[in-house]
């Protein structure tokens, strides 16, 4: 069965730094891309990075230079360091494949809060 496992949310002030971790189970995650959405409360799904086999990365501009992605291809894991956090980045973060459409995980909570 297909799995992917969210872990790493909490709680943070603006400012600090999460790092977020996903791990996949059911596909062939090597040659799989991996995205990282987040969706805040009465917003749309947003994807705010994604990480190619071939290890190629991109990041929405609202948190280029701040959110790094990569993956542990041995762990079929794969991360979402995030730093210098802001209330705006507040949401559940959900990480995704397209090699498993429409298949979601639970997501982890940020909440990014004085």
């Known amino acids: 069965q297909v799995q992917l496992v969210e872990s790493g949310g909490g709680l943070v002030q603006p400012g600090g730094s999460l790092r977020l971790s996903c791990v996949a189970s059911?596909?062939?995650?090597?040659?799989?891309?991996m995205q990282w959405y987040r969706q805040a409360p009465g917003k749309q799904r947003e994807r705010v990075a994604f990480?190619?086999?071939?290890?190629?990365?991109n990041y929405v501009d609202s948190v280029k230079g701040r959110f790094t992605i990569s993956r542990d291809n041995a762990k079929n894991t794969v991360n979402l360091q995030m730093n210098s956090l802001k209330p705006e980045d507040t949401a559940v973060y959900y990480c995704?494949?397209?090699?498993?459409?429409?298949?979601w995980g639970q997501g982890t909570q940020v909440t990014v809060s004085t």
């Open positions: 990480i190619t086999s071939t290890r190629n990365t």
């Open positions: 059911g596909f062939t995650f090597s040659s799989s891309t």
């Open positions: 995704y494949t397209p090699q498993v459409p429409s298949y």
